[in-house]
Structure formats: C-alpha cells, structure tokens
C-alpha cells in the first residue's frame, strides 16, 4: 500500500483522470474484485464474482453490503471520472433499494450524476448482472466533493 | 443465511453459527458481540484490505454499509420466533463522520417493528459509544424471501 497514495494523486490530479489506476490504489476496490469499462465517454463498472462475496449461500446469493460497497464505489469514481477532484467524494448519505437477488455471477453498474453542485453532488447508480434492463439494485446518494482548484 | 440444519433438527436457531454460514461476513471478519431478542451487535477490525481512502486510511463506506445490513439481518433473525429467511429491501446510511484507521467499528442494530411480512430496522455503526456515531441505518426486510424457492435456486 506504499506506493498507493501517490498512485491515487497522480490518477486524480493528474492531466487525464485514470480510473483503472485509482481503482489499483483504493484497497477495498481490489478486495471486491473490481474493474472498469470505457465505452466512448461511458464507463461500466464490473465486479467479479468471487465466492468471498456470497451473503446468502443457500440460495446462493451475494452479500447486500457487497452490491451496496460496489454501487457507492461506482458512485464515487463516476463522479471523478465526471470532473477532476481535489480528493476523494465522501458520502454523505447513500439509500439503496434491492431489487432481486443477486446471483453468483460477474455484475455490472453505472453511475448517473444527476446534480453536480459546488460542494454536494446527487449521483444515483444502478447494478445489473444478465439483462441490464433489469436491475438487481439502485443506490442513490448524496457526496460532499471538492472541485479540483483551477478546474472549469 | 443458511437455516436448514437448524430447521431440521427442530431448534432455536444458533445466531452465531449461521452467522459463519455467510461467507462474506466471515472474509470480513465479522464477529457477533451481543444478540437478545430484538436486537443484534456485531463488529469489524480494522484491516488493511478495507481501506477506501489509501490518503487516510480510513475505511470504505461501503465496509461499513455491510456491517449494518448484517446486523440488522441478526436484528430481524432475534426478532422472529419461527426459523425464516430475510433479504434486504432497501437501507439507508447516513454517514456522519469518518471511520479512524486501526479501530473496531461496532454496529447495534434493532428490529423495532414487525409486520406479516416486512421488518422495520435501525441501526447506529460507531467505535466508543453509539452517542458518537460513524453512520446510522434505517432499513427494511422482506419476510420468508426464500419462499419456493429451492436450495441452489440462484445456480440456475
């Protein structure tokens, strides 16, 4: 982890906002296994299924903490990826709706910033795993940022 | 959760073991502090694995969201009197400040409502003392959400 912080730095601060790169820093991004996409200006964020990460394992099904942790990660660095920041966006609140049981299978979300204010933004992410069309769960989520100086 | 051994062997459900029956909440480190009907604690150490801010050192939220879902899983299990299967219909956290790096994260979680077929949960996630508080959850549970639906179902 010694290397990280600069890591995280550089992949915030620097010219072009590298996503994959701040994923490789954030320890709890590389517990859960996850990865990023870019399709055009559109990222998808991936999360391999790993057996660690089943909650329920009856049925068996993924942890909800697990779907939660990965749709505010989404949230999180949807809104870097949006516009440079000077640090990393807090949470302030995040509500999460379940919407069906998350299978042991890869998963998939995207984060929609629907209001970028000057120091709270409203994000709301989605997780899907078969049919995009039909989401497993919604987060959606209030974050304190801190646009980075300079920045338009 | 897994309750069919318990089921079968006709018993009070074993809290901590199903507990360890959720392999998420073991890679975690979870561990069950106290459980009275109602009512669950559960904590997490810190770990390096956990970590959401490599500035900082200070936890995921995300860490912390699992902590509470899980306890307030425990909460709606204490609250039951039949053995039955529960699944998160939607949780709220309010995070109210960060997590210190090095510190167990404790959660108390309370099933203060109960209706046919949803459960109605607090809970406050903090490391002294719940009057200081990391975040709070409110949250609901769908009753008997495994209904019909067989061991494996999720394989399919």
Redesign the interface.
């Known amino acids: 982890?010694s290397e990280?912080?600069e890591t995280?730095?550089i992949a915030l601060n620097g010219e072009a906002t590298d996503i994959g790169a701040l994923l490789a820093?954030?320890?709890?991004?590389?517990?859960?296994g996850m990865a990023v996409g870019r399709h055009g200006s559109e990222l998808t964020f991936h999360l391999r299924h790993q057996?660690?990460?089943?909650?329920?394992?009856?049925?068996?099904?993924?942890?909800?903490?697990?779907i939660?942790?990965?749709l505010?990660?989404s949230a999180i660095l949807g809104l870097i990826w949006d516009a440079p920041l000077e640090?990393?966006p807090?949470?302030?609140?995040?509500?999460?709706?379940?919407l069906r049981?998350a299978?042991?299978i890869d998963t998939f979300a995207r984060a929609i910033i629907t209001k970028r204010g000057r120091r709270v933004a409203n994000v709301r992410a989605e997780a899907w795993q078969d049919d995009r069309e039909r989401p497993i769960a919604t987060l959606h989520g209030h974050f304190l940022v801190k646009p980075l100086a300079g920045a338009a | 959760m897994d309750e069919t051994d318990t089921e079968r062997a006709g018993g009070k459900p074993d809290i901590a073991a199903l507990m360890m029956t959720s392999p998420f909440a073991k890679a975690l480190g979870m561990t069950l502090e106290r459980i009275e009907k109602s009512k669950a604690t559960l904590s997490i150490p810190y770990q390096d694995k956990l970590v959401g801010n490599p500035l900082t050192r200070v936890v995921h939220g995300g860490v912390v969201t699992a902590l509470l879902d899980h306890a307030s899983g425990f909460a709606v299990i204490s609250a039951l009197d039949r053995i039955d299967s529960i699944a998160t219909l939607d949780l709220r956290i309010d995070y109210m400040r960060a997590a210190e790096p090095d510190r167990t994260i404790f959660a108390d979680a309370h099933c203060f409502k109960l209706t046919t077929s949803i459960a109605f949960v607090r809970g406050t996630a903090y490391h002294d003392a719940p009057d200081d508080p990391i975040a709070t959850a409110v949250g609901t549970f769908m009753l008997s959400s495994d209904a019909g639906r067989k061991a494996g179902a999720n394989r399919k």
């Open positions: 982890m990280a912080p995280l730095n820093a954030i320890p709890y991004a590389q517990y859960l057996e660690h990460l089943i909650g329920n394992p009856r049925l068996p099904a993924l942890h909800g903490g697990v939660g942790a990965f505010e990660m640090r990393l807090k949470p302030v609140d995040v509500s999460i709706d379940f049981s299978k042991p």
